[in-house]
T-cell receptor
Framework: AQSVTQLGSHVSVSEGALVLLRCNYS??????LFWYVQYPNQGLQLLLKYTTGATLVKGINGFEAEFKKSETSFHLTKPSAHMSDAAEYFCAVRGAGAGSYQLTFGKGTKLSVIP | EAGVAQSPRYKIIEKRQSVAFWCNPI?????LYWYQQILGQGPKLLIQ????????DSQLPKDRFSAERLKGVDSTLKIQPAKLEDSAVYLC????????????????FGPGTRLTVT
């Protein structure tokens, strides 16, 4: 069984400030981990993913995340927030077994960027 | 490349009525998913198809929900009869995943259908 916990349903940052969105996961098998972004009235768009290899993963729009197995975490960061980053962000986990393509999502964190 | 298409975008129905949603995945994508996203929550998988076969429907309320993917391309999701708690956004996604593959392919999401049951 897999689960995802996103700390903070709503995060506000000033434009230019560091963005940190927290994600902790639970998985009985080595996980694949994902961050998706959802803009209003749109579907989800993949920001980045961790499968194997390097634990620091870089994604689109300047976002990155670090897989920390010991902490079961996969926090999303961006050094400098832009107004266009305002959206809802979802962390998701998937088991590494063949055929188990199901993504289990967290409840999401809504990011507000203050000018 | 065209993305995942869904229709309608919005639907309002009364409880106990029926409704159907349509999804056309990205061309060539073998796997198709239907997710339910209730307000304030992350998407929850309802059903996963591999070509035209069902791989996982363990979270589909089969007493009222049904889905099909004829010819392994587009898909329809039906609710009959609808309940108030079915109000949600229904997201369709597709990916290149194949049962024998080990590469982790991205799931591409459509814009969703927002269902309101009154």
């Amino acid at each position: 069984a897999q689960s995802v916990t996103q700390l903070g349903s709503h995060v506000s940052v000033s434009e230019g400030a560091l963005v940190l969105l927290r994600c902790n996961y639970s998985s009985s098998v080595p996980p694949y981990l994902f961050w998706y972004v959802q803009y209003p009235n749109q579907g989800l768009q993949l920001l980045l993913k961790y499968t194997t290899g390097a634990t620091l993963v870089k994604g689109i729009n300047g976002f990155e995340a670090e897989f920390k197995k010991s902490e079961t975490s996969f926090h999303l960061t961006k050094p400098s927030a832009h107004m266009s980053d305002a959206a809802e962000y979802f962390c998701a986990v998937r088991g590494a077994g063949a055929g188990s393509y199901q993504l289990t999502f967290g409840k999401g964190t809504k990011l507000s960027v203050i000018p | 490349e065209a993305g995942v298409a869904q229709s309608p975008r919005y639907k309002i129905i009364e409880k106990r009525q029926s409704v159907a949603f349509w999804c056309n995945p990205i061309s060539g994508h073998a796997t198709l998913y239907w997710y339910q996203q209730i307000l304030g929550q992350g998407p929850k998988l309802l059903i996963q198809f591999q070509n035209n076969g069902v791989v996982d429907d363990s979270q589909l309320p089969k007493d009222r929900f049904s889905a099909e993917r004829l010819k392994g391309v587009d898909s329809t999701l039906k609710i009959q009869p609808a309940k108030l708690e079915d109000s949600a956004v229904y997201l369709c996604a597709s990916s290149l995943e194949r049962s024998s593959g080990s590469y982790v392919y991205e799931q591409y999401f459509g814009p969703g259908t927002r269902l309101t049951v009154t």
